[in-house]
């Protein structure tokens, strides 16, 4: 007997037509599979048809010049969606400030690169902040589950987090895998960050095993990675929430202008971020607490980056949010300049330059302490 028995394959979602693949070579040669596979494969039961009906085939390229039947693997992604019908769904859209976000991953990354420790990525500090938010908002762990026909609601306290990735086959055709991180609100953040990158390592090198895919609770996926500005995926079964992370840029209708202007007008850099939820058991205030509580986050609220900081041990203090304290638009002082500064950060008449560049409005020049530069002063 199988210790994956207990492992329904209805349950793995999107990652399916990878049990498929694996399953076919196990057929062809049960050693040419991992041994964790070679034991999920003792008591699996594939649901989809052993190969392809050829009569069927040829019957649908007459009626449709070059159509072909779609392989067993593609056959998955078909019911998947079909099944994710099933779920009634909302989304909730909002856009977050990313200043602080890039600012103190830059800090992160230079500490890491000095002592040869990897690189920490937008989406591992989104992924613990959602972590974070979950806690904050623990309905958003809830899902739908029916037993003999009665609806029921589940009350998760871990979350597995899984994590959306795409996946290029030797084709050139993509397909997706979500496997997911055991546990992963249980983690702070230096040991969530190990965890994911193992995950990734493990797609990368085909080492993925059965219980890699098996019980995801919530699911992040980053389509902002090749642009994408908001996205609304879809949620399978089993799951009641997967959020979407959009792309890190400014504003589309800023696309072009210089980077003086924006910096003189305040305009930064934003990311949009979604939350596709279950409506039978999660309603739409409670999607919006949770990402005003994400947005709380990445702008540094509960010691958010201090807490990062503490686990990677940089002996730094963060990059802090705080409000713009520019001039009134429009507004200019004697010298022509916009102005003023603030009354305690007036610049000294003697021995200072005059002009843009003095005053910090110049490209590549760094605004004195207290003044805006876009999306909140940065304060060390």
Do not use: C
């Amino acid at each position: 007997m199988s210790e994956y028995e207990e492992i329904d394959p209805s349950a793995l979602g999107p990652n399916m037509w990878l049990v498929d693949e694996m399953y076919r070579r196990y057929r062809e040669n049960p050693e040419a599979v991992d041994e964790r596979w070679r034991e999920f494969f003792e008591d699996f039961r594939p649901r989809l048809g052993e190969g392809e009906s050829s009569g069927r085939t040829t019957a649908a390229s007459k009626e449709a010049p070059g159509a072909r039947k779609v392989t067993i693997g593609a056959e998955r992604v078909v019911k998947n969606m079909k099944a994710s019908l099933e779920v009634p769904t909302a989304t909730s859209f909002r856009f977050v400030p990313a200043k602080l976000l890039e600012e103190n991953r830059r800090v992160m990354n230079r500490f890491l690169s000095a002592g040869g420790g990897g690189k920490v990525s937008f989406t591992h500090l989104i992924g613990y902040a959602v972590l974070r938010a979950l806690e904050s908002v623990p309905v958003m762990k809830s899902s739908y589950l029916e037993v003999e026909g009665e609806p029921y609601v589940l009350r998760r306290e871990f979350v597995n987090l899984g994590l959306a990735v795409d996946v290029e086959k030797e084709d050139g055709s993509h397909s997706l895998l979500v496997p997911n991180i055991k546990a992963a609100n249980d983690m702070d953040f230096s040991r969530f960050w190990a965890a994911y990158e193992d995950v990734i390592r493990k797609v990368r090198t085909n080492k993925l095993t059965p219980d890699d895919f098996s019980g995801t609770t919530v699911t992040i996926t980053n389509p902002g990675t090749i642009g994408t500005q908001l996205s609304v995926p879809r949620l399978l079964r089993g799951q009641g929430l997967i959020v979407g992370v959009g792309r890190i840029d400014y504003p589309a209708e800023w696309q072009g202008a210089d980077p003086s202007t924006l910096a003189t007008l305040g305009v930064g850099k934003l990311i949009g971020v979604t939350s596709t939820y279950d409506h039978r058991v999660i309603q739409g205030a409670e999607s919006g607490l949770f990402l005003a509580k994400l947005e709380e986050l990445l702008r540094g609220g509960d010691d958010f980056y201090e807490d990062v900081f503490a686990s990677l041990r940089a002996p730094y203090e963060p990059v802090r949010w705080s409000p713009d304290h520019g001039a009134i638009l429009g507004q200019t002082g004697t010298d022509g300049y916009m102005g003023p500064w603030p009354s305690h950060r007036q610049p000294e008449s003697s021995g200072q330059r005059e002009g843009p560049e003095a005053r910090g409005v110049g490209p590549g020049i760094s605004r004195p302490v207290g003044v805006g530069s876009g999306s909140g002063v940065l304060r060390r």
